[in-house]
Structure formats: C-alpha cells, structure tokens
C-alpha cells in the first residue's frame, strides 16, 4: 500500500494569511505515460463527507474558490490557501488514486488563531 | 445533479453481518467509465477507502478487508450494496458512498452524507 504522510497535524493560522499543508506518498504517484500525479485534496467540516478540492494535483475541482492552489509532483506535495477565510476551518487530507488500495494522509487540521 | 444517499442499520452487534445500501441519481453506472466506491471514516480519524464497483461490472477491494466485502449493484433501481460480514467494535464507522469518473477527476468527486454504524452488544 502506498502512505500517505501529512505535515503538520495540525496548524493555526491568522485571517488572511498564507496557509500551507504538505502531503509526502511513499511511492511515486505521477504515471509517465500521461504525465499526471493521481493525487487529490479534500476538505473536510464537522458532520459532513469530505469535499474534493484539487485533483491531478493541482486541477481546482469546479466551484473550489481560486485561493486554494495545489503544486508538486511525484511523491512531494502542497496544498496552498493563499488567503484563510473563516470559512477555510477544517481537516484537509491528501489521497492518492495511483494505485489500489487507494489511501489517505491522516489529516491535517486548520484553525483560526 | 449528482446525489448520493446511505441507508442501513445505525447499530449492529459484534459478528454480525452489515448491509448498506447506496441510492443515487443523476448518472448511470452502466456509462463508460462511471464507478462507485464506499469509504468508511472511524470517529477522528481519516477515510479509508473499502470497495468500488465499475461500469463494466468489475468490482474491487481493499486487500485487508476483501474476505469480509461485497458490494453489488441494483442497476433497475440505481441502488449499490455493500455487505460486511462479521463486525466487530473496530468497525465502528461513517459508511460513505461515492461517485468517480474515469474521464474527469478519475478520483470521487461527489460523496454521500454517509451513514454512521456502531458495533455494539
């Protein structure tokens, strides 16, 4: 299986300032053939499914506000928010789709500060 | 509109077997390159993906937990069931369903509200 690794667990940050989360797999999750990183981000607030974000790593699923911004490739990733809004306070996980079983980083947690 | 809904049993006892069932509108899972998964979150922890179910009728699972999966669909009445045999404490959980598309995200883009099950005697 391959492991997904989130750092930090969790992070408090300040409105309006730039938030990073960053997503490390265990095997290299970009396919050659296509040049695309199977990789996606999801948001996720209390008592509801998680929300697609990003995905290829760095595609905005449709709807997802222009400050969240997804960059890396192969087995680094980020996650950007480059502006947190109150709305922005969540657990944010990183999934790759490269191979089966498809996995999941344990998470990361933004707050307000 | 994609939508996506869970129904099942909100507590079963340990050994027992859980039936859940997804109803969804807005897509065909006959269409070329539509699947459908099921992932389970435990309370505070993150996702794991348990089971997705092709268009073609090619099913698969995750390795840990295949002998105790099954998911098949109900293509008359776009419903998708996955059974779980044998359920312990561990598996207490919200049981979510999901849409994927081969030639879009690839990934789940659209999930249900998910159905929480306790194990419990």
């Known amino acids: 299986d391959i492991v997904m690794t989130q750092s930090p667990d969790s992070l408090t940050v300040s409105l309006g300032e730039r938030t990073t989360i960053n997503c490390k797999s265990s095997?290299?999750?970009?396919?050659?053939?296509?040049?695309?990183?199977?990789l996606a981000w999801y948001q996720q607030k209390p008592g509801q499914p998680p929300r697609l974000l990003i995905y290829?790593?760095?595609t905005r699923e449709s709807g997802v506000p222009d400050r969240f911004s997804g960059s890396g490739s192969g087995t680094d990733f980020t996650l950007t928010i480059s502006g947190l809004q109150a709305e922005d306070v969540a657990v944010y996980y990183c999934?790759?789709?490269?191979?089966?079983?498809?996995?999941f980083g344990q998470g990361t947690k933004v707050e307000i500060k | 509109q994609i939508t996506l809904e869970e129904s099942g049993p909100t507590v079963v006892k340990p050994t027992e077997t859980l039936t859940l069932t997804c109803t969804f509108s807005?897509?065909?899972?006959?269409?070329?390159?539509?699947?459908l998964g099921w992932i389970r979150q435990p309370p505070g922890k993150a996702p794991e993906w348990l089971a997705l179910l092709y268009w073609d009728g090619n099913k698969r699972y995750s390795p840990s937990l295949q002998r105790r999966l099954t998911i098949t669909k109900d293509t008359s009445r776009n419903q998708v069931v996955l059974t779980m045999t044998n359920m312990d404490p561990v598996d207490t959980a919200t049981y979510y369903c999901?849409?994927?598309?081969?030639?879009?995200?690839?990934?789940?883009?659209?999930w249900g509200q998910g159905a929480m099950v306790t194990v419990s005697s």
């Open positions: 095997q290299n999750v970009l396919y050659n053939s296509n040049n695309k990183n199977y």
């Open positions: 999934q790759q789709y490269y191979s089966l079983p498809w996995t």
């Open positions: 290829w790593a760095s």
């Open positions: 999901a849409h994927r598309f081969n030639a879009a995200q690839y990934t789940f883009d659209v």
């Open positions: 807005g897509f065909s899972l006959s269409a070329t390159g539509v699947g």
